[in-house]
């Protein structure tokens, strides 16, 4: 194209990267001083004044210019590859965007630089990426979000419920049992349910390996033989039913928590009441008797 044709024209050392839109450069402002610096350099060449040598340090824009272009060009993203914008979103949806460690591990990059750039991105690719692509960014990432928010209540929904029994594994049990045509025993469910606290949502096959390793499932071959993904499924289930039970006990504790509110103020009202009462016969008694006195 007409466009290359001319850069080509340009030393290496003048050209511009290519500049996509995830990297934030100022595209339009550099694009104007790499035009400056073309006509200027084509006006040399055209002259005969262009160096025999060190042509690759040849400076055709002023002192000033040429460090606007330069700080322009620092500023810019250029070291992150389209890859490393992909796994940014993927990880942002994974881990949140204020996880900056869990997205530096799965990018590849220092954590330092991750933040810099997540709070670069969220701040400015509104106003720089397609409508489309931003929209599909933000949908990815809030439903990641959604879902760590639920894994987060879950957890601590579990927490709570395990602690409500002083020996969970041998006490604990549900009102909720079966799923995909087997019946889950309340060993069972008591154990995934605990494995569950102790490993953290999502570490299904550490959840697998110590059902394994237990004594008391060693002839459950439907336990043994499920796979950390059919056993996470059920973990989750547990939690859901967990949070669901500590839900209504803590509901059914607030009702009767207001109900033994409402018979105390009664009570207070009704001695309140009643002490007004006394204290009103009383002083008609004695009017009464004041008055026979005096008669």
Not at 13 to 28: G, I, T, V
Not at 42 to 50: C, D, G, I, P, T
Not at 144 to 164: M, P, Q, V, Y
Not at 226 to 244: F, I, N, P, T, V
């Amino acid at each position: 194209s007409e466009a290359s044709d001319r850069r080509a024209k340009l030393p290496k050392h003048m050209r511009l990267p290519k500049m996509e839109d995830w990297q934030f450069f100022d595209s339009s402002r550099l694009s104007e001083l790499t035009a400056l610096e073309e006509a200027a350099y084509l006006e040399k060449k055209a002259n005969k004044e262009l160096p025999t040598t060190n042509l690759n340090k040849l400076q055709v824009l002023s002192d000033e210019l040429q460090f606007e272009k330069d700080r322009l060009l620092s500023e810019g993203k250029g070291s992150w590859s389209r890859q490393h914008y992909y796994n940014f979103i993927k990880a942002s949806a994974k881990w949140g965007r204020h996880d900056h460690a869990n997205i530096a591990s799965d990018v590849g990059k220092p954590e330092a630089e991750v933040a810099e750039y997540a709070e670069l991105f969220w701040r400015r690719a509104p106003e720089v990426l397609p409508a489309p692509e931003m929209e599909n960014v933000l949908r990815r990432v809030e439903k990641g979000e959604r879902k760590l928010g639920e894994i987060e209540r879950l957890t601590k929904a579990t927490r709570k419920f395990l602690s409500l029994w002083r020996d969970p594994l041998a006490e604990l049990s549900f009102k909720y049992s079966g799923s995909h045509g087997h019946v889950f025993g309340a060993d069972e469910d008591r154990h995934l349910l605990f494995y569950t606290n102790r490993h953290g949502y999502g570490n299904w096959s550490k959840i697998r390996a110590q059902v394994r390793a237990c004594d008391l499932f060693r002839f459950d071959y439907f336990l043994r033989s499920l796979s950390a993904l059919d056993l996470g499924k059920r973990c989750e289930e547990l939690m859901r039913q967990a949070a669901k039970e500590l839900s209504e006990l803590e509901k059914r504790q607030g009702l009767g928590d207001d109900l033994r509110r409402k018979l105390v103020e009664d009570a207070a009202k009704d001695k309140g009441n009643s002490g007004e009462a006394e204290g009103k016969a009383e002083g008609e008694a004695e009017g009464k008797a004041e008055s026979k006195a005096e008669g």
